[in-house]
């Protein structure tokens, strides 16, 4: 057991090593975040990734997020404005009601800042934030499918903090999303998985919303999770979608996920084996 521990303490300090030298011309800085739980962990540390250009680990115990980033292609002000625009306080910007609102109830943390808002400027605003102003202004281009991969992925944060409860408000969230796709709009391709897959999807997310038991939840999510990785490898997303496995959930039998960032957070064991698993595809 003890050089189990070794082990794993080893696999996430090379992890950690290799994805910061991923970012160039790195600068790494504390910052405080406000927040409450681990699902606010992985929310936080999911607003502030971009692929080789930023990433973040934050405490809560000390309300701390470590921010690494490229000082040549952004900046510490521009990840804390999108980590408010997910919802959280921090020490630069607040989080606007309608996102703070959103959160889950477990995630709603005493708000007592006063910075600046996250929907406006501040005076010495740097270039980087600007186009992220300007792109946050323009429509953006409708994906059929978003809705339905973010109530997955809301789903796949509340089961890697084991939140029962949440799990099943995200799943009946994806209950809807998938009775409002619009198939007509769907590429000829993504029709045709989403015809073969689409009842299974519906009875799957409608097993996770009728239930806070976080043990059957995970049972139903993995098989979710297979047809939702048919339909996002047919959809060709803009921006990539990890395909994660786990060896050890079901009994040894290995089952997988999808993820936002590439960073592993198992959503099979939560906090028993946050780290367990790898990133086998990467769909984009």
């Not at 606007?96 to 010495?124: F, M, Q, V, W």
């Amino acid at each position: 057991m003890k050089s189990m521990k070794i082990l794993m303490a080893m696999a996430l300090l090379l992890s950690a090593l290799l994805s910061h030298a991923a970012i160039k011309n790195p600068v790494t800085e504390n910052v405080k975040v406000n927040g409450s739980c681990a699902l606010c962990e992985t929310r936080i540390e999911s607003a502030a990734f971009e692929k080789n250009i930023s990433e973040a680990s934050w405490n809560k115990e000390t309300k701390v997020a470590s921010v690494t980033y490229d000082s040549k292609k952004t900046s510490l002000d521009a990840i804390l404005k999108k980590i408010a625009l997910a919802g959280f306080d921090n020490q630069s910007y607040l989080a606007p009601d309608k996102a703070y609102a959103e959160l889950e109830a477990c995630c709603r943390y005493e708000r007592t800042g006063k910075s600046t808002p996250a929907e406006a400027k501040p005076a010495a605003h740097e270039h980087h934030a600007h186009a992220m102003d300007n792109v946050a202004s323009q429509p953006a281009e409708a994906d059929p499918l978003k809705p339905v991969l973010e109530a997955y992925y809301g789903i796949k944060d509340a089961l890697v903090a084991s939140d029962g409860n949440a799990a099943s408000s995200k799943a009946a969230s994806l209950v809807k999303a998938i009775k409002d796709v619009k198939m007509n709009e769907l590429g000829q391709e993504q029709h045709n998985v989403w015809m073969k897959v689409m009842k299974d999807l519906d009875f799957d997310a409608d097993h996770i919303a009728e239930t806070k038991d976080v043990g059957h939840q995970r049972d139903h999510f993995s098989s979710l999770s297979e047809n939702m990785y048919k339909v996002i490898k047919a959809a060709k997303p803009a921006q990539p979608v990890y395909y994660q496995h786990c060896p050890m959930a079901k009994e040894g039998k290995g089952a997988n996920w999808l993820s936002q960032v590439p960073a592993i957070k198992n959503p099979y064991y939560g906090a028993q084996m946050l780290n367990c698993g790898k990133t086998t595809e990467t769909l984009k």
